[in-house]
């Protein structure tokens, strides 16, 4: 119930524009955060103070498709895009 309720908090939270610190490991049971909201909270933090449309500029995608990367509910990024974003924050999201 820990996991439904951290990804429940997690994803609204971060759907609304809300932002949220990186989950830590605190006690002897980890829970894990889903896969589409974790890359979305990572995906915020690495933007730091850039806007999104500056991100999307890079991406050469519209601001509308940015921010659907940095929505959980919305979030499906191609193995591509990945892979620029990877170049853009100089960050590896993924190992390929």
Same mark, same amino acid.
């Given at each position: 119930m820990a996991a439904e309720a951290l990804n429940g908090v997690s994803e609204s939270e971060t759907s609304r524009g809300i932002s949220?610190? $990186?989950p830590v490991f605190?006690?002897?049971y980890a829970v894990e955060v889903e896969p589409n909201i974790a890359f979305a $909270?990572? $995906?915020?933090k690495r933007r730091g103070e850039k806007t999104q449309s500056e991100i999307a500029d890079k991406l050469n995608i519209s601001y509308q498709q940015y921010q659907q $990367?940095?929505?959980p509910r919305k979030a499906n990024p191609?193995?591509?895009?990945i892979a620029k974003l990877q170049k853009i924050f100089d960050y590896q999201f993924v190992s390929f």
């Open positions: 949220m610190p $990186l605190r006690s002897e $909270l990572m $995906l915020r $990367l940095e929505n191609t193995l591509q895009t």
